[in-house]
């Protein structure tokens, strides 16, 4: 069998399609509203360009972000404010960043490798809803919201609600995402864990938050179902168990019984709910009960 | 649309597609040969080049995207005759064997020491993390990163930029 796999066939080569450029927000709304379902909007491009050259889009418009100043933009002011084309690199480079947001923070210093953060954006993984890609499990404990801008007018969705299944988000053609917006997240502490094989995607991954102060604490699992994990009744367990070692024995025994993890060529449901609890027992041990790694 | 960019302090334009690769672009319009064509899927990292300051994966960049950039590339690292001091550490400890992605290191560790000097060895381990060396010449790396450490901290503290045409 001759494997065809040369210079020109469909993988190396990205599928005709017109660039544009717009200069704000308002001229890619524009832009948006003529080409309908036939363009895709780009931030860093890393996913979209990869994509495109497996056909798995292939788009007759291609429009670029990076040319709207308003986009690259990164604040903090209480909430913290994270523009479309801010690269993972300037994300984690932000000091307030890693002061306030650790579990954020350090779910982004795993993502993919550092040449590749130098051109990938926060918002455009979030956009992508992949389940091995870890920013939504942080950013869904620390709960964050999409700002986003349609030719309709703006609207604020959490991201909890944002992500709607595999490579499925509640984004109209006509819309784009302009940022992600966290709310302040002082006296908590944060943990972010990965399982994986080298960099390469989740198995599973943990986001932890927990604030001291109210005992309040937030599980998060990604790469273990389509949709990031999360459940209310696992973290009010929390307030009401007598001791840690109560509470992690009862939410371990509750995670076995209400959920089953996605089986795939990666790894098995079954083996995959045994790294959750290890992940978790780990998480609570370190965050809660301050135990070193 | 014509594309006009800066590569290796040489200012150049040249007709690009809207849909070409930076990759493509830089080996078969403008010459540039020390970016490699390899995975085509941003995996590999045989194909970085500094672009605006950061080392990125040229094959998951449009050409069209870089246009008014400035791109550095191995051929600008090295003088006209001569390679740079950097270039000639990793000869000295033997850092390649078949020299495919050399080039691609050569200027992903000067982007790295030039950004940040006083990075640990396992700061820079994990930030070379994105490229592969077949050969597996990873070993004679380290040792060559670790001369060339001294060599940038010292050019930083002199205040002295480490190749003629490098700010």
């Known amino acids: 069998m001759i494997i065809e796999l040369s210079f020109g066939s469909p993988y190396f080569t990205l599928p005709k399609f017109k660039y544009l450029r717009p200069k704000s927000i308002e001229e890619a709304l524009e832009l948006l509203r003529e080409n309908g379902e036939d363009a895709r909007v780009m931030a ?8 495109m050259k497996e056909r798995l889009v292939e788009p007759k418009v291609v429009i670029d972000l990076k040319g709207i100043p308003e986009l690259h933009n990164i604040e903090y002011n209480g909430r913290l404010i994270i523009g479309a084309t801010v690269t993972l690199n300037e994300t984690l480079s932000f000091p307030k960043v890693k002061s306030n947001y650790p579990a954020l923070y350090e779910a982004i210093s795993m993502l993919s490798d550092h040449n590749l953060r130098n051109r990938s954006t926060l918002v455009g993984d979030l956009c992508e809803a992949l389940p091995w890609i870890d920013s939504p499990p942080p950013l869904i404990a620390y709960d964050a919201s999409v700002n986003i801008r349609g030719s309709k007018g703006s609207r604020n969705v959490m991201v909890k609600d944002f992500i709607k299944g595999m490579a499925q988000i509640d984004l109209a053609p006509d819309e784009i995402v302009t940022s992600v917006e ?5 006296n908590t502490k944060g943990k972010f864990y990965k399982f994986a094989k080298g960099s390469e995607f989740s198995i599973a991954s943990l986001a932890i938050v927990y604030a001291p102060r109210n005992k309040k604490i937030k599980f998060v ?14 973290s009010d367990m929390f307030s009401k168990a007598y001791s840690v070692a109560d509470y992690l024995s009862s939410a371990i025994s509750y995670l076995r019984k209400n959920f089953t993890p996605l089986d795939d060529s990666l790894a098995s449901s079954e083996y995959r709910l045994n790294i959750m609890e290890r992940l978790m027992v780990q998480g609570v041990k370190q965050v809660v009960q301050g135990e070193k790694e | 649309m014509i594309v006009r960019l800066k590569v290796n302090d040489r200012i150049v334009e040249a007709e690009a597609e809207d849909n070409e690769l930076l990759l493509d672009f830089l080996r078969d319009k403008l010459g540039v040969k020390s970016v490699k064509a390899a995975c085509w899927r941003g995996e590999c990292g045989a194909c970085i080049a500094i672009v605006n300051g950061k080392a990125v994966k040229t094959c998951l960049m449009l050409a069209a995207e870089a246009d008014k950039a400035e791109v550095l590339t191995a051929e600008g690292l090295a003088g006209k005759d001569a390679i740079s001091p950097l270039q000639k550490i990793f000869v000295k400890h033997g850092a390649m064997q078949c020299g495919f992605c050399t080039p691609a290191f050569v200027i992903n560790v000067h982007y790295l020491l030039s ?13 070379l993390s994105g490229m592969i060396c077949r050969c ?3 070993n ?28």
């Open chain 2, 115 to 127: 950004e940040d000097p006083e990075a640990s060895e396992e700061e820079i381990k994990e930030k």
């Open chain 2, 140 to 167: 004679q790396m380290i040792p060559a990163i670790r001369e060339a450490k001294s060599l940038y901290l010292k050019h930083r503290r002199n205040n002295q930029p480490i190749a003629s045409n490098i700010s």
């Open chain 1, 221 to 234: 699992f990604g790469g273990v179902s389509e949709l990031p994990y999360y459940s209310e009744e696992l």
């Open chain 1, 182 to 186: 966290l709310p302040d997240a002082y």
């Open chain 1, 44 to 51: 860093g491009g890393v996913g979209l360009l990869n994509f």
């Open chain 2, 136 to 138: 597996g010449t990873y």
